[in-house]
């Protein structure tokens, strides 16, 4: 799959939780499979996750009626506990995050790069509706 002509594309939220619970639920398989999908018809059935430079990732996504299914899956080029990620996806596309410590809270910055397939528009509400996910569930531990 190509990158969309270089462009980037960012999606964010702010959970009300410091950095270190918000980096445990966003890295660790057990959590992961509790929040990583964009609606109520699909799940993440299994989680693998390497979090080190080098290390690679897993994540099993379905639709809940099984009609499809993928692994969404990359390598970490850059890992600083409790402050930033940055990876390649399976298809060469990059991913950067950011964790932003705001007193009790934390804002988390993810910008990726377009895919050509679907529009900017369309990836990037796929891609807030995983960060809105995330948040819903970290607030509610």
Do not use: C
Not at 49 to 58: A, H, I, L, Q, S
Not at 60 to 73: I, L, V, Y
Request: proline share 3%; glycine share 8%.
């Amino acid at each position: 799959m190509e990158t969309g002509n270089n462009v980037k594309i960012t999606v964010q939220t702010t959970v009300q939780a410091p950095a270190a619970k918000v980096w445990t639920l966003w890295t660790e398989p057990q959590h992961i499979t509790k929040w990583s999908f964009a609606s109520d018809d699909w799940h993440a059935p299994s989680a693998e996750n390497d979090v080190r430079v080098g290390g690679k990732f897993t994540t099993r996504m379905e639709a809940k009626d099984g009609s499809f299914g993928f692994d969404f899956t990359g390598v970490y080029d850059e890992v600083r506990t409790n402050e930033f990620l940055a990876y390649t996806l399976g298809d060469g596309r990059k991913v950067e995050i950011s964790f932003i410590p705001q007193g009790d809270a934390t804002k988390i910055v993810e910008t990726f790069d377009a895919e050509a397939t679907n529009s900017v528009e369309m990836q990037q509400a796929g891609w807030q509706a995983f960060m809105d996910n995330f948040k819903k569930y970290s607030e509610s531990l």
